[in-house]
């Protein structure tokens, strides 16, 4: 069970550690290769990911571990509290030297998260949250937007699968992470990815956009579970309260929605 110091003090005390490695990569020189299946991962991530795992999993070893850089161990399955963590988010725009890469750590409960940060250690925009507590961003209280019209509403996601839609501004970043946590800001208004991902990418962002009042959201309009045997999310919707049925009604006109795989 947890100790005298809480899940979120936990992770966000880690987490801005591992800020600090992160940095003492970025815009260097570091090794860098490619995964099989393709996606890019460098030393940054490797060592993010060992600090995480030795600091998180010593103070609550009881807890499962899943993370994209660890190898997966199916004892996960059968622990009723997880870790679940991507320890570079984004490591195209780390490499790429931009801003917009993000470390996510969360704990997840019988499927749902309990406990999330997303740190953007570059932008210095730390965004928490744990379950009937509130989102917050450096400490501050953040909240959706409450806009109900997709015209003129500001999206993040590739811009050409949105043809046809109603006119909106439409921008995109490396780390979807980062992306649930802006609308969770209220500086975005939705996020849509066609892109399958995994628990890691979202599990961390999922409380911090639901604390805030927004809901982050497959096709079918249910919320995600985590900690599956394959950790696996398909094609992913997150918004204000006021824009989740416009969105799925939308998607469900065009039949636009469908899953494709990730790319790096």
Not at 173 to 194: P, T
Request: aromatic content about 8%; overall charge neutral; some cysteine.
């Amino acid at each position: 069970m947890p100790g005298p110091e809480s899940d979120l003090d936990l992770l966000n005390a880690a987490v801005r550690e591992a800020g600090k490695i992160a940095l003492r990569f970025f815009g260097g020189q570091y090794k860098r290769w490619t995964k099989d299946g393709g996606s890019p991962v460098t030393e940054a991530d490797l060592a993010v990911d060992t600090f995480l795992k030795n600091t998180l999993r010593s103070a609550r070893p009881g807890y499962g571990w899943l993370s994209e850089e660890s190898l997966d161990d199916p004892a996960r399955l059968q622990a009723r509290r997880v870790f679940v963590v991507d320890p570079i988010d984004g490591t195209v725009a780390f490499m790429k030297g931009r801003p917009h890469f993000t470390i996510c750590a969360a704990v997840v409960e019988d499927g749902r998260p309990t406990a999330g940060v997303v740190f953007n250690p570059a932008a210095d925009e730390n965004f928490t949250a744990e379950t009937g507590r509130g989102a917050f961003l450096n400490g501050a209280p953040i909240q959706a937007g409450r806009r109900a019209e997709i015209a003129g509403c500001r999206l993040l996601g590739n811009k050409q699968a949105f043809d046809g839609w109603p006119p909106m501004h439409v921008e995109n970043f490396s780390s979807i992470a980062y992306r649930v946590a802006l609308v969770a800001a209220g500086r975005f208004d939705a996020m849509i990815s066609l892109t399958t991902k995994r628990d890691w990418d979202m599990a961390a962002a999922d409380i911090v956009l639901g604390e805030a009042g927004g809901r982050l959201v497959g096709p079918d309009g249910a919320l995600l579970t985590y900690n599956s045997p394959l950790a696996l999310q398909g094609a992913t919707i997150a918004s204000g309260p006021g824009l989740t049925g416009p969105l799925l009604a939308e998607i469900a006109a065009k039949n636009s929605l469908k899953p494709r795989p990730d790319s790096p």
